[in-house]
């Protein structure tokens, strides 16, 4: 009886494992910034946020060391997107809002970047989004290929007001984000990394009367290395829009990703063997102890059939 019931309580402990291995560890942490698990930003635009966001900037030592706080890179980045947004003929999204986006900094060691986004208003708002001010809205950003922290307001522009100025200024963010590290850095040209670090900005609100959210993305409409690294010589700007970016990555990255030989490295969470692993030595177990009962009851049988026939230390 003591031997059922132990092999009851571990298959009830097998159980009980293979139910608790099911559920899904964290995603892999930011490695800039621990407690940012998410792969992409969200923040409001618009002044309101600043005491928000006050007590919610991420804290590392790599922080001071990528983030490039260079008043010369930061006025030229305003001219230049100035500049571009103002040669922009024209907005397709319906929000009437233009991104531009350059990368600050650039280690082609570790594949950690700094990148820098201003939101202007090129047009008036239409369909949707008319009547909205920009401080209405929600950005969101992600680059695929890299891991991005949360964003930082780096100046403020007029937000509150939904009447158009050609080309106003609304707000200005920047991410510490870091590249894919399965991709081989040292084959990577400008060219492709023009391609990986395009990002995707989707822009949302509330409707005041159904109480739901509507969007529309940027992507047709984000002015991409206008200044910084990966800039082309002769344009204002490259208008890679999101899609096409996401569409020659795939190549791109799977020629470029560094190879791993088959067997060495678990690239996913096992919950397979750790199933397998508790079945195998539940198996075992049963096993193990079916035997060494059998052993002792044959000792003590042939213990008791010796002391039957008189026999001294003999069969």
């Known amino acids: 009886m003591l031997r059922y019931n132990v092999i009851i309580t571990i298959l009830l402990l097998a159980i009980r494992v293979s139910l608790a291995s099911k559920v899904h560890p964290p995603g892999r942490i930011d490695l800039l910034y621990p407690h940012h698990r998410r792969h992409y930003t969200r923040r409001e635009i618009g002044v309101i946020i600043d005491n928000k966001l006050k007590n919610k900037e991420p804290h590392s030592s790599l922080k001071s060391n990528y983030i490039v706080n260079n008043q010369a890179s930061n006025t030229t980045a305003r001219q230049s997107c100035a500049k571009a947004v103002e040669s922009y003929p024209s907005v397709v999204n319906p929000s009437g809002i233009v991104a531009c986006y350059t990368i600050v900094s650039w280690d082609n060691s570790t594949g950690i970047f700094q990148t820098d986004i201003r939101l202007y208003q090129k047009s008036d708002s239409t369909g949707v989004f008319l009547g909205y001010a920009p401080s209405d809205f929600t950005m969101a950003m992600s680059i695929p290929q890299a891991t991005?922290?949360?964003?930082?307001?780096?100046?403020?522009?007029?937000?509150?007001?939904?009447?158009?100025?050609?080309?106003?200024?609304?707000?200005g963010f920047e991410n510490i984000g870091q590249l894919n590290?399965?991709?081989?850095?040292?084959?990577?040209?400008?060219?492709?990394?023009?391609?990986l670090l395009v990002p995707s900005i989707v822009l949302s609100a509330r409707n005041n009367t159904t109480q739901g959210f509507f969007g529309t993305t940027l992507s047709s409409d984000t002015l991409s290395y206008v200044a910084g690294k990966f800039v082309q010589a002769n344009k204002p700007f490259t208008n890679i829009t999101f899609p096409e970016a996401a569409a020659l990555s795939g190549p791109l990255v799977s020629s470029l990703s560094k190879f791993v030989l088959p067997g060495t490295y678990i690239k996913v969470f096992p919950l397979g063997l750790i199933i397998t692993s508790s079945w195998a030595a539940l198996l075992v177990l049963v096993v193990g102890v079916g035997t060494v009962g059998r052993y002792r009851f044959r000792q003590h049988y042939r213990r008791r059939i010796q002391r039957a026939r008189g026999y001294n230390n003999k069969l």
Not at 148 to 171: V, Y
Request: glycine share 6%.
């Open 148 to 171: 991005l922290s949360a964003p930082r307001i780096t100046m403020n522009g007029s937000t509150f007001s939904n009447n158009s100025a050609n080309g106003r200024f609304l707000q």
């Open 181 to 195: 590290p399965q991709i081989t850095l040292s084959k990577l040209t400008e060219s492709d990394l023009r391609i």
